[in-house]
């Protein structure tokens, strides 16, 4: 179960014209609790150039799995656990434009926080990114996600202290060049552990469905720094 703790209001978080709610005090917490139960408004949702949520809605209503945006980025889908941190950590990475966190793998048409926390929608917990191939690639991003994952790449529905098949990790390829890549990179990685790798490696299944507006850019919202090439440590409240 996640607990959330006091956040600082940002000047980013004003900009997205909402302050998030001090979750454990004035009832933060139970009008979080009330958010999760509501179908999700993907009209909504932040777009360009703060989040790919937007676009992302756009294309996962269509029934579209794009392998690049409207504005001819490439598109790549990695799951980590809470996607609040892995969230951040791409942020953080030079030549990824735009971020939004979601739901993946699963069998249910846009499916809401509460859903997939209740394991009945097969989805996990997601990240899809907007990128610039020409300033990051996507062996760079494989290579950032290993490393932000770490040793929880030999557990198998669990990453720190997040459990259950909602969390379990993946890298879901949007395309045959970077399923190619995905698996050679899981097989360099497995040269390090002992352990088989509990990772998920495969093609994305059906769309990204945009998580709750409230989940976009969380951590940066709650005045933890998006700078690029920032290595001050993700603190993921959960």
């Known amino acids: 179960m996640r607990l959330l703790v006091l956040v600082t209001t940002t000047a980013r978080a004003a900009r997205f014209g909402r302050v998030l709610a001090p979750v454990g005090l004035l009832g933060g917490a139970s009008l979080m609790s ?72 699963g069998h249910k048409a846009a499916p809401t926080y509460r859903e997939v926390s209740a394991r009945s929608t097969g989805h996990t917990e997601a990240v899809q990114l907007i990128f610039d191939p020409g300033v990051v690639s996507y062996a760079d991003l494989l290579e950032i996600y290993w490393d932000r994952l770490g040793d929880d790449a030999t557990r198998a529905n669990a990453v720190g202290n997040d459990r259950g098949p909602q969390y379990r990790s993946g ?68």
């Open 34 to 105: 009330r958010a999760r139960g509501k179908k999700i408004d993907y009209d909504a949702l932040t777009g360009l150039p703060e989040s790919w949520a937007a676009e992302a809605a756009k294309h996962a209503l269509a029934g579209n799995t794009p392998t690049k945006s409207d504005g001819g980025y490439d598109i790549a889908t990695f799951a980590g656990g809470c996607f609040w941190g892995v969230e951040l950590r791409f942020q953080r990475v030079p030549g990824v434009i735009a971020t939004a966190s979601g739901y993946v793998q």
């Open 171 to 238: 890298v879901y390829a949007l395309s045959d060049k970077q399923l190619a890549a995905a698996e050679a990179s899981l097989s360099k990685r497995q040269e390090r552990f002992a352990k088989p790798i509990a990772t998920e490696v495969e093609r994305q299944k059906g769309v990204f469905w945009p998580a709750e507006e409230y989940h976009q850019q969380y951590l940066e919202k709650g005045g933890q720094s998006a700078r690029k090439k920032e290595t001050e440590p993700i603190r993921c409240y959960g």
